[in-house]
T-cell receptor, first 115, second 115 residues
Framework: GAVVSQHPSWVICKSGTSVKIECRSL??????MFWYRQFPKQSLMLMATSNEGSKATYEQGVEKDKFLINHASLTLSTLTVTSAHPEDSSFYIC???????????FGPGTRLTVT | AQTVTQSQPEMSVQEAETVTLSCTYD???????LFWYKQPPSRQMILVIRQEAYKQQNATENRFSVNFQKAAKSFSLKISDSQLGDTAMYFCAFMSYNAGNMLTFGGGTRLMVKP
């Protein structure tokens, strides 16, 4: 089946620094990718939708200047958390939609800890 | 906007027994998909089963089956012959044909299978 990778799987950064998370579709072209945030013991909350070659669409309440999303190719989307604060510590999950079907495939997630 | 509700935060079942997880949703759409995802301790989201709203027949995948009641907007998941490996968070999700393939998740049900 289709595989989506995320890198890194776990990152620790200091408050005030920026961190980039990559999401790659390994064996299919993803015209659309989604970024989710998940707090412990809670559900997935959609942060933004990114379409290849265009600006991301952010959900209400998500700061687009803080969570920068770039979908520069059909296999790669990146999420950059800028000027990270401890409250940004969370589990971030991406999913990618196969361009030829409606199927979505999830990455394994990235645990971000801001100290 | 669509909403998905899972009214059982936690459930437990004895190994080899059957358990049913509940899900209700609210939408004004007529064409949509419903999904059940499993999130084990690894936190990788795994698709368990999907149902297309226009299909009257309930979907089945081995030990997993759904009871889809479109008029009642209900979509429950039945797990037969529960196994220890079924221990996980289970999320019900809704996707409209017309909403850019965006998934709306329920709050989740934590299932514990006891030996």
């Amino acid at each position: 089946g289709a595989v989506v990778s995320q890198h890194p799987s776990w990152v620790i950064c200091k408050s005030g620094t920026s961190v980039k998370i990559e999401c790659r579709s390994l064996d299919f072209q993803a015209t659309t990718m989604f970024w989710y945030r998940q707090f412990p013991k809670q559900s997935l909350m959609l942060m933004a939708t990114s379409n290849e070659g265009s600006k991301a669409t952010y959900e209400q309440g998500v700061e687009k200047d803080k969570f920068l999303i770039n979908h520069a190719s059909l296999t790669l989307s990146t999420l950059t958390v800028t000027s990270a604060h401890p409250e940004d510590s969370s589990f971030y999950i991406c999913s990618a939609r196969d361009g030829s079907t409606y199927e979505q495939y999830f990455g394994p997630g990235t645990r971000l800890t801001v100290t | 906007a669509q909403t998905v509700t899972q009214s059982q935060p936690e459930m437990s079942v004895q190994e080899a027994e059957t358990v049913t997880l509940s899900c209700t949703y609210d939408t004004s759409e007529n064409n949509y998909y419903l999904f059940w995802y499993k999130q084990p301790p690894s936190r990788q989201m795994i698709l368990v089963i999907r149902q297309e709203a226009y299909k009257q027949q309930n979907a089945t995948e081995n030990r997993f089956s759904v009871n889809f009641q479109k008029a009642a907007k209900s979509f429950s998941l039945k797990i037969s012959d529960s196994q220890l490996g079924d221990t996980a968070m289970y999320f019900c999700a809704f996707m409209s044909y017309n909403a850019g393939n965006m998934l709306t998740f329920g709050g989740g049900t934590r299932l514990m299978v006891k030996p």
